[in-house]
């Protein structure tokens, strides 16, 4: 099992830059996938981002493309998601998941396994 800790999340400014931060303990994190997710008032959580086990491949929302970077360090058993240029409709509740053991990259939340309790985010324009 993994347990997952967001942190970083804040107030930003339009235009500006966060980074999240997503601590993992528990079990060794080369084993797992690695999302995140973000939830705004009222609607559906989507993926924003999400980096395979072993840092080969990555899948951004198209709305964040060119803007949000995710990027992983097994060793020190974190991933981040650096969020520049960030809009107000970047608003949200920011989650870090993990896919079961072994599984792929996933934009979506019924595939992932384990969750963070999540780190909200509001960019003022």
């Known amino acids: 099992q993994v347990q997952l800790v967001e942190s970083g999340g804040g107030l930003g400014q339009a235009g500006g830059s966060l980074r999240l931060s997503c601590a993992a303990s528990g079990s060794t994190l080369d084993y797992y996938a690695i999302a995140w997710f973000r939830q705004a008032p009222g609607k559906e959580r989507e993926g924003v981002s999400c980096i395979s086990r072993s840092n080969g491949g990555s899948y951004y929302l198209d709305s964040v493309k060119g803007r949000f970077t995710i990027s992983r360090d097994n060793a020190k058993k974190m991933v981040y998601l650096q969020m520049n240029s960030l809009k107000p409709e970047d608003t949200a509740v920011y989650y870090c998941?993990?896919?079961?053991?072994?599984?792929?990259?996933?934009?979506?939340?019924?595939?992932?396994?384990?969750w963070g309790k999540g780190t909200p985010v509001t960019v003022s324009s």
């Open positions: 998941a993990a896919t079961s053991r072994w599984a792929a990259c996933s934009a979506y939340a019924r595939t992932m396994t384990y």
